[in-house]
């Protein structure tokens, strides 16, 4: 699977960006997917996952902030950031996580997010 983001971009304090990944096949069988990020001298970590069947999960730092969804029908796997930060300043990276007898993970080019204070 590879899998494209795309949306990023420079915004103020305050402001909304909504990231996309674009996946190069159908999602419908891959069970979980989700966005992470890597802040400056900072390790990767979560942002949001949502599963096959619609289940999400948020870091607490995003939480009531951002939104992510899926369109199995587009391949396609959005995340809606709002009231964004200086500290979600990070490059974003779309994952696909697929579990059958091994599970396989996908990792797609990051896209930058600049929040300026």
């Known amino acids: 699977v590879q899998l494209q983001a795309s949306g990023g971009g420079l915004v103020q304090a305050g402001g909304s960006l909504r990231l996309s990944c674009a996946a190069s096949?159908?999602?419908?069988?891959?069970?979980?997917m989700g966005w992470y990020r890597q802040g400056p001298g900072n390790q990767r970590e979560l942002v949001a996952t949502?599963?096959?069947?619609?289940?999400?999960n948020y870091a607490d730092s995003v939480k009531g902030r951002f939104t992510i969804s899926r369109d199995n029908d587009k391949s396609t796997v959005s995340l809606q950031m709002n009231s964004l930060k200086p500290e979600d300043t990070a490059v974003y990276y779309c994952?696909?996580?697929?579990?059958?007898?091994?599970?396989?993970?996908?990792w797609g080019r990051g896209t930058l997010v600049t929040v300026s204070s």
């Open positions: 096949r159908s999602i419908l069988n891959i069970n979980t």
């Open positions: 949502i599963t096959n069947s619609g289940s999400t």
């Open positions: 994952k696909a996580r697929l579990v059958g007898i091994l599970v396989s993970e996908y």
